[in-house]
């Protein structure tokens, strides 16, 4: 590397007093150019030979501070030295102790919050781009164990990604890194040690599903074999009693109510205690409890428990993620009916409020339908939507578009080996006639399989055996989409974008249907020809 060259540029950006648009050197990033007194740094994208672009950290810094970053390449220049380092977990460390806002913050002073699972580990920052000037805090590490799992990954990886994400888009105003649905106190501390300003506690161990279906004489009989101390104060407590909790709403508990949500839900909340008392308080965490995830809509009473029994302990989350009325699958929009959904929604927001949390809308990718009703009943507190899967799926709009015939490969092996992953996902997407058969595609329609519903399901839930698939100890899939991906960055950075501005549209009230969302933000032409 030209070390002589970068000096130079190092000298024009001082000469540029800020104005970055017209640096003679285009290699130079200009978003990520810093200026600190003297010390300058920035990230330099250089186009390898297989047409990817290559990027490395540039620091010109005093001598005598500069030892704390790894470098590659180093040039002196007076009492000051200029190093060429890899994006690594060292020097992004280095780089933070100058960067205080390249580490995550606390959500609890933003109203709004949108999740950003980033599977493969290069949206960062298209979404950075999308997210400046919106009033949104976006958070970008978000992985649950289960996809970390299937994609081979590791939290200190999916923190790392980000972290530099933000660093070269020189993102300063607040990010959030997510514990993403951590279900045992392993779990959390390998994501509080890594960085993590959240964790999203995934209750599903500890919540009983099984009591929903218990008949009266069955439900009666389980919660009389609690202790009499506990039935005296769940009864006293809750029993015939009504809970206002906004003006007009108020949750009533009859003798079902209460039998079915302490036997359901009481272990669940004695958990998220027993985690709250030793990580969320010494680690300063912002706190999320995920009830969602079990097949049985969460009702007002359930939901009003499980946060009435926090409140008595003196704990408040920062976002709690009931199970709401009507489908979220993943990758479709909404299921059901939007008027009940609305109703309902009246209900569990006010229950928020009232405790002092917002509400968190898990599977929230595509769920276009009711956006507007999130956006516009959402009150104080605001609101959070977790998305990932989308990502993932707009990377194989890349892949349909610049090789229809490997998007046609992948799709027949997602097809023909949906059960592998039946265990992971509900999803309606099935092989037996709802799906479109793989005979019926070919590279002319190929690109309907990232519109049709059963299609998205199909390939959003078979992202880790496309990934991982091995045939005499090589990858059968992996590199080649990422050799194809790897070259259309700022084609799958556009898709990204274009959907994602769909989702915060919605919320933010700027259009109120889904068909203006599209239309307002979906190209009119095929805009892979221009990339």
Not at 241 to 261: I, L, N, R, Y
Not at 482 to 509: R, S, T, V
Request: aromatic content about 12%; some cysteine.
């Amino acid at each position: 590397m030209d070390l002589n060259k970068l000096l130079q540029d190092v000298h024009e950006i001082y000469d540029k007093n800020g104005d970055y648009k017209d640096l003679s050197d285009k290699a130079v990033y200009a978003p990520s150019i810093q200026v600190d007194r003297r010390n300058v740094y920035f990230i330099l994208h250089n186009t390898n030979e297989k047409g990817y672009i290559e990027k490395c950290l540039v620091v010109y810094e005093n001598r005598l501070t500069a030892g704390d970053f790894e470098a590659v390449e180093s040039l002196d220049d007076k009492d000051s030295v200029l190093l060429v380092g890899e994006l690594n977990e060292h020097n992004n460390v280095a780089l933070a102790k100058r960067f205080q806002w390249m580490r995550p913050v606390s959500r609890r002073n933003y109203k709004y919050t949108f999740g950003l699972g980033d599977r493969l580990g290069n949206a960062s920052n298209a979404h950075l781009r999308l997210f400046k000037g919106r009033g949104i805090m976006p958070v970008l590490a978000q992985q649950s164990i289960r996809e970390l799992t299937l994609m081979h990954r590791t939290n200190t990886d999916v923190f790392q990604s980000a972290s530099w994400a933000v660093f070269e888009e020189g993102f300063t105003y607040g990010w959030g890194a997510d514990g993403d649905h951590v279900k045992t106190p392993y779990e959390v501390d390998y994501a509080v040690k890594i960085g993590c300003s959240m964790i999203t506690l995934d209750c599903t161990e500890e919540i009983h599903n099984d009591v929903v279906n218990l008949d009266e004489a069955a439900l009666d009989k389980r919660f009389n074999a609690l202790d009499p101390d506990q039935i005296k104060y769940f009864n006293d407590t809750y029993l015939n009693k009504d809970f206002e909790v906004a003006d007009g709403v108020k949750v009533h508990f009859t003798k079902k109510d209460v039998e079915e949500s302490v036997l359901t839900f009481y272990d669940a909340i004695l958990f998220a205690i027993g985690i709250h008392d030793k990580f969320v308080v010494p680690y300063n965490l912002d706190f999320e409890i995920s009830m969602d995830e079990t097949p049985y809509q969460t009702t007002p009473e359930n939901h009003f428990f499980f946060a009435n029994e926090l409140h008595r302990k003196g704990i408040t989350p920062v976002t709690m993620a009931p199970r709401f009325y009507g489908e979220f699958q993943k990758a479709i929009d909404y299921i059901g009916d939007t008027d009940r959904f609305e109703r309902e929604y009246v209900v569990h927001e006010s229950i928020a409020e009232h405790f002092g949390y917002k509400l968190s809308i898990h599977s929230g990718s595509d769920k276009l339908s009711v956006y507007e009703i999130i956006g516009r009943l959402s009150k104080q507190h605001g609101w959070h939507v977790k998305t990932a899967g989308t990502n993932w799926l707009e990377a194989l709009r890349v892949i349909a578009h610049k090789d229809p015939k490997f998007m046609l490969e992948l799709y027949k092996f997602s097809y023909e080996n949906l059960d592998d992953v039946k265990a992971f996902y509900v999803f309606n997407a099935q092989t037996d006639g709802t799906a479109p058969k793989p005979a019926d595609m070919n590279e002319s329609n190929v690109m309907d399989l990232l519109d049709n519903d059963d299609a998205r399901q199909v390939l959003h839930t078979m992202y880790g055996s496309i990934m991982n698939l091995k045939k005499n100890y090589h990858y059968v899939y992996r590199d080649k989409l990422w050799d194809i991906l790897l070259k259309n960055q700022a084609l799958y950075d556009k898709y990204l974008n274009i959907h994602i501005a769909e989702h915060l549209d919605l919320l933010q009230g700027v259009v109120k249907t889904k068909a203006e969302a599209r239309e307002k933000n979906e190209p009119k032409t095929d805009i892979s020809k221009n990339y």
